[in-house]
């Protein structure tokens, strides 16, 4: 029987592994799992569902024009581990990083062989695009590095073409696509066990119930919690995917998985209002930055690093120190920020043949037209010619995520043989969570059964695409090995599955209870849209919570409205409507967001000190503590209470990190 709006159609299947997600890391995955299920020799049933279309899922979906890891044979995974650990303030898991450095190319040399095109340089030295077939990079082909890690692609296609060897490998009748899993459900006889997931399709009248031995939650960052620069018609327009609605923290928090660094956050400085990348400009064609009077702000301001030993004094200072040294300039009145195209393409007219020149304006354009094709449209409304006029540069709304240049997200155990702790040194980590940082599987959360990989992973950043797909490869690994451990588990549910549907379908029942109380169905006492609830959201988090609004600042007292607030709104979510399937996706998403943003409320609450100047600012504790808070912040949620748990964890280094300094 077809089911129909309030009254869904009930599907209910049995897996040994799930995948949550359609991005890279679940690409990854659905690559590699094959050959250790047959390895394993066992019937392993393996399913993985999207939320929207593999083709264009994740944060690729509209392609790059960069890798931005790559190891290639001029660095090794020692220095990927300390770049790592510099950009991000000194407090991430060198096991974590260094294991990722050591299988990251593969998935490199993959994507090639698959189709990407990647850029070469030939025997004389001259850069070509990906068109001109030279020697693949696992042979020994030259990538043309726009930086130290990143190395030029055609990426317009990226996503599709690893989308299309994933549905290859794993079988499109194990891919099940427009399904939005909303819920993790642990199991019946160990709550510390994940046993099913439970979601509904956003394109017909169905819900599904899984039952698994193990998943992988992949299902990206979290974007659109605070008040984005853009207002009108650019409403929701942002930097991060849209649709990265902090569903991977929000499901592993409620299933009870311990967070790591949640108060971590990115703020990336793009070009204005279309939120275009940066990167290629200052590592490939060399452009500077400068404020309002052409004066370069990271010469200007260069004494403030002075402040922050030692990741100040680093050849290359972490992200957020560079957005420090800007925001003085706005705050006391030197903006506007330009990026200074005109003397950079101007530069390389005079050290470039004429077809390399050719080549490189083209790709002045395509870098966005890659992956950020708004961008492309702002240039033409404003009549700009990057090799005639500048752009502007602002620092975005803060997004949180763990595998782009930021460390938020859930604690996993890490490779055995890095020489990690396996004890903890700190006190006041709650009985129930392992010691250590490996306790069984690769990328397995402190749930057992829980895995993830990419955004998910915290205390790991800069894995970029090619590094969750290589993390997505890894977990599948980890994955097959514990299905083959925990072959005689049953699953069973700890909620039943009535229980199930009518929590999923809430604001369904909120709006067709309600509809008729008011003549105007978007206003009415008892409910509220789903686009209301999020201005909500983001107003808070904007306006307590370090956002925009505050030039990124905020205090004990701010933070302390912030959690009254956010308390009245998850007693208000309750009440959001959805009048079709599309407001019931907006009303999960916004669940989870709502999730996401308290965590990272509670850690800045926690962690008193501002470890990441320039992405916040603690004003009652502007600086950044090496003696009290050079560890991890981590927390865990009962989904009974409510209620957030924060604590330390200890740091170690792994890997030397004075090599960074010298």
């Known amino acids: ?313 680093a050849a290359v200072p972490a992200a957020c120190l560079r957005n420090h040294l800007m925001l003085k300039e706005m705050r006391e009145g030197r903006g506007p920020i330009w990026m200074d195209t005109v003397t950079a393409l101007g530069k390389l007219r ?57 460390c938020c997200g859930i604690w996993v155990s890490g490779p055995e043989d890095l020489g990690a702790p396996t004890d903890e040194k700190e006190a006041g980590v709650p009985e129930h969570l392992p010691s250590g940082w490996n306790w069984g599987y690769r990328s397995m959360t402190t749930v057992k059964g829980l895995f993830t990989a990419g955004d998910g992973v915290g205390a790991s950043g800069h894995k970029f695409s090619s590094g969750s797909h290589a993390e997505g490869r890894l977990a599948a690994k980890a994955m097959v090995k514990f299905v083959m451990d925990n072959k005689d588990l049953k699953p069973e549910l700890d909620t039943d599955v009535d229980t199930l549907i009518e929590e999923i379908y809430r604001p369904v029942k909120n709006f067709l209870e309600h509809k008729d109380y008011s003549t105007a169905i978007d206003i009415n006492p008892n409910y509220i849209t789903p686009r209301m609830l999020q201005f909500r959201l983001q107003k808070v988090m904007d306006e307590y919570v370090a956002g925009v609004a505050t030039y990124y600042t905020t205090n004990a007292n701010m933070l302390e409205l912030a959690e009254k607030k956010l308390e009245m709104l998850k007693e208000d979510s309750l009440k959001m409507r959805a009048k079709d399937l599309h407001e019931l996706l907006r009303a999960w998403e916004n669940y989870h967001r709502i999730l996401t943003a308290e965590a990272h409320m509670k850690h800045i609450q926690f962690r008193e000190e501002s470890r990441y100047p320039g992405f916040y600012y603690r004003m009652d504790h502007n600086k950044v503590d090496e003696e009290n808070w050079h560890c991890f912040v981590n927390s865990v949620y009962d989904k009974e209470s409510k209620q957030w748990t924060c604590f330390k964890r200890a740091h170690t280094d792994l890997v030397d990190k004075s090599k960074l300094f010298k």
């Open 1 to 313: 029987m077809a089911g129909e709006f309030g009254k869904p159609e009930v599907v209910e299947e049995e897996v040994d592994i799930l995948i949550i997600g359609g991005g890279m890391a679940a690409c990854g995955t659905a690559y590699e799992i094959g050959p250790w299920v047959k390895a394993a020799g066992s019937d392993i049933k393996v399913k993985l569902v999207d939320k929207a279309a593999m083709d264009r899922s994740g944060a690729v979906a509209q392609g790059l024009s960069a890798i931005n890891t790559y190891i290639g044979s001029e660095q090794d995974p020692a220095d990927y581990a300390r770049m790592v650990s510099n950009d991000l303030m000194g407090i991430t898991r060198d096991d974590l990083a260094y294991d990722l450095g050591r299988h990251v190319d593969e998935s490199v040399h993959l994507f090639e062989e698959w189709g990407l095109p990647i850029w070469k340089t030939d025997e004389n030295g001259e850069r070509h695009d990906g068109s001109k077939g030279l020697t693949p990079l696992k042979d020994g082909g030259k990538p043309v590095r726009s930086g130290k890690w990143q190395i030029m692609i055609n990426g317009e296609s990226y996503k599709w073409i690893v989308a299309e060897a994933a549905k290859k490998a794993l079988g499109t009748d194990r891919i099940q696509e427009r399904v939005f899993i909303v819920k993790l459900v642990n199991d019946k006889n160990d709550k510390n066990r994940v046993a099913g997931a439970v979601g509904f399709s956003v394109r017909e009248h169905k819900l599904f119930v899984y039952k698994f031995k193990a998943c992988l939650l992949v299902a990206g960052g979290c974007v659109n919690i605070f008040r984005p620069r853009s207002v009108g018609e650019g409403q929701g327009r942002a930097w991060y995917p849209v649709w990265n609605a902090g569903s991977t923290y929000a499901m592993a928090a409620e299933a009870g998985a311990e967070m790591t660094m949640m108060e971590n956050r990115f703020v990336p400085t793009r070009f204005k209002d279309g939120y275009g990348p940066v990167g290629a400009w200052f590592l490939l064609f060399k452009s500077q930055a400068t404020n309002g009077f052409d004066e370069v702000y990271m010469q200007r301001n260069k004494e403030l690093l002075n402040d922050y030993p030692p990741y100040g004094q």
């Open 350 to 406: 005079e050290t470039l043949s004429k077809r390399e020149v050719k080549h490189l304006e083209a790709e002045a354009w395509e870098d966005f037209l890659d992956m950020c094709i708004g961008q492309c449209a702002i240039w033409a409304g404003e009549n700009i010619e990057p090799e005639k006029k500048n752009s502007e540069l602002m620092p975005t709304e803060p997004y949180l995520l763990g595998s782009h240049s930021g």
